[in-house]
Nanobody
Framework: QVQLVESGGGLVQAGGSLRLSCVAS????????MGWFRQAPGKEREFVAG????????YYADSVKGRFTISRDNAKKMVYLQMNSLKPEDTANYYC????????????????WGQGTQVTVSS
């Protein structure tokens, strides 16, 4: 079992930055591929970014490529999402999730989810 708790969300102006954090408890986070998803009101949850077990491989949605960076620190059981050049369309609830393989965008394969942290980008 893994418990995930996100933090770092908030209100920011367009063009600004935020850093989301996800802390894991329970089984070692190094056993899992980690991902960030987001869900805006009235929309389906969508993949944002993923990172492999050791952090050697990353994958991003086209909509955030070049603006967002995912990273992890297994010793601290932390996963991060650095978000730069934020746009109003980035407004959503952001979720951290864990899976056991590299099928990054397959939402059904994520085994554990956090409760989410809200990001609001004003224009």
């Amino acid at each position: 079992q893994v418990q995930l708790v996100e933090s770092g969300g908030g209100l920011v102006q367009a063009g600004g930055s935020l850093r989301l954090s996800c802390v894991a408890s329970g089984r070692t986070v190094g056993s899992y591929v980690m991902g960030w998803f987001r869900q805006a009101p009235g929309k389906e949850r969508e993949f944002v970014a993923g990172i492999s077990w050791s952090g050697g491989s990353t994958y991003y949605a086209d909509s955030v490529k070049g603006r967002f960076t995912i990273s992890r620190d297994n010793a601290k059981k932390m996963v991060y999402l650095q978000m730069n050049s934020l746009k109003p369309e980035d407004t959503a609830n952001y979720y951290c999730a864990a899976r056991s393989d590299l099928a990054w965008t397959d939402i059904r394969g994520y085994l554990y989810w956090g409760q989410g942290t809200q990001v609001t980008v004003s224009s």
